[in-house]
Structure formats: structure tokens, C-alpha cells
T-cell receptor, first 117, second 110 residues
Framework: GAVVSQHPSWVICKSGTSVKIECRSL??????MFWYRQFPKQSLMLMAT?????????EQGVEKDKFLINHASLTLSTLTVTSAHPEDSSFYIC?????????????FGPGTRLTVT | RKEVEQDPGPFNVPEGATVAFNCTYS??????FFWYRQDCRKEPKLLMS???SGNEDGRFTAQLNRASQYISLLIRDSKLSDSATYIC???????????FGTGTRLTVIP
């Protein structure tokens, strides 16, 4: 199946710093990628939909100025958590859909565990 | 009302047991249906797609009832390795993103 990579897999940062997470589709083109956040023992929550070459669409309650998304190419989307605070500590997962496929299936990256101290 | 409703569990079953998960969806425009499996601290992985005719993959059987708008997953002869969270996922026409259930936590006990 299609492969999505994420980098870094885990990161620890100090409060007030910014963290960038990369999501790459390795063997297919993804005009749309999705960013999710998952707190412990909770379900995945969609944060935003990242569209190649245009602005991301954010879900209600997600601050676009805090979670900057850039989708500069068909295989790369980045999420930058700006001025991170301890409450931003979470598991961030991206996914991508293979638009050459007729399936709605999404392929998930392995996730990035962010801890803000 | 949530797009996808799922019993969060947890389900604790002995090895060898049969366990069933159900999930309902609210939007009749829903078009594609999936069951994903998520292990602790890992990303969700596709377990199987769900078709109107029902589909089976080894010990796993998925069914879709469009009239009642629900999806089910049956696991027979549970193994310890089946312990995970099972997430019901729905896609619908006009929406790029998927809609996730809360997931049902399954623990298979020796």
C-alpha cells in the first residue's frame, strides 16, 4: 500500500518555541493531506485539511495562526506549532489520500509525539 | 449529532471469543466505509473496507446496512494480538475528509 512518512517521530521542546512537523507521501501524489491531533485515550480529531498550492482549511476551534500549515508540493505538507505550550503536547498524525485512486482510503503517517515542557 | 457514533467500550473478552462492534452514521450521503485498527501510541491502520454485500477476511467480517445506517465488525476466535482500538470510519460525497468514530477499545485476555 501507499506509504506516508512523518518527521520527527517524537520531539520535546520548551514552552514558547516552535516545532515543525513534516508529512510526506513517498510513492504517490497527494493534493490533499490531513492533520489530526490525538490526546491520550481520546479519538483522532481533525485539525485541518491541507491543500497543495492553496490555504489550509481549519476545523472549528483550531487556531490557524498557531498551527501553520504549508503544502508546497504534491508530496509534502508541514505543520508548524508556533509558540508551543504544554497543552499542545499531543500525538500529531497526518494522512494523505491517493488522488489517482478511486478509493476514499487515507494513508496515515506514523505520527509525531510532541511534548512541551 | 455526531457524524459517526461508536460504543467506546472497553470490551474485555477471553481468547477464542467472538466479539462484535457496531457503529452508526448519520449522513445518508455517506459512501465509503472502513474499519481501522489503532494500536497504543501508533497510527491507525486500515483493517478492511466495508461493502454493501459484506466482506470477510479470515476471522474478520464486516457488514454494512444502508437502510439502518450502521456498520459492524465481527471478530471470531479472538487472539491476544487482536487487542487494539477499532475505529469506524466513514467517507461521504462532497467531503474530502473522513469521519471517525471514537474507537472501541478491545482487550483479549488469556
Amino acid at each position: 500500500g501507499a506509504v506516508v512518512s512523518q518527521h520527527p517521530s517524537w520531539v520535546i521542546c520548551k514552552s514558547g518555541t516552535s516545532v515543525k512537523i513534516e508529512c510526506r507521501s513517498l510513492d504517490f501524489q497527494a493534493t490533499t493531506m490531513f492533520w489530526y491531533r490525538q490526546f491520550p485515550k481520546q479519538s483522532l480529531m481533525l485539525m485541518a485539511t491541507s491543500n497543495e498550492g492553496s490555504k489550509a482549511t481549519y476545523e472549528q476551534g483550531v487556531e490557524k495562526d498557531k498551527f501553520l500549515i504549508n503544502h508546497a508540493s504534491l508530496t509534502l505538507s508541514t505543520l508548524t506549532v508556533t509558540s508551543a505550550h504544554p497543552e499542545d503536547s499531543s500525538f500529531y498524525i497526518c494522512s494523505a489520500r491517493d488522488w489517482d485512486s478511486y478509493s476514499y482510503e487515507q494513508y496515515f503517517g506514523p505520527g509525531t509525539r510532541l511534548t512541551v515542557t | 449529532r455526531k457524524e459517526v457514533e461508536q460504543d467506546p467500550g472497553p470490551f474485555n473478552v477471553p481468547e477464542g471469543a467472538t466479539v462484535a462492534f457496531n457503529c452508526t452514521y448519520s449522513n445518508s450521503a455517506s459512501q465509503s466505509f472502513f474499519w481501522y485498527r489503532q494500536d497504543c501510541r501508533k497510527e491507525p491502520k486500515l483493517l478492511m473496507s466495508v461493502y454493501s454485500s459484506g466482506n470477510e477476511d479470515g476471522r474478520f467480517t464486516a457488514q454494512l446496512n444502508r437502510a439502518s445506517q450502521y456498520i459492524s465488525l465481527l471478530i471470531r476466535d479472538s487472539k491476544l494480538s487482536d487487542s487494539a482500538t477499532y475505529i469506524c470510519v466513514v467517507a461521504r460525497t462532497g467531503a474530502n475528509n473522513l469521519f471517525f468514530g471514537t474507537g472501541t477499545r478491545l482487550t483479549v485476555i488469556p
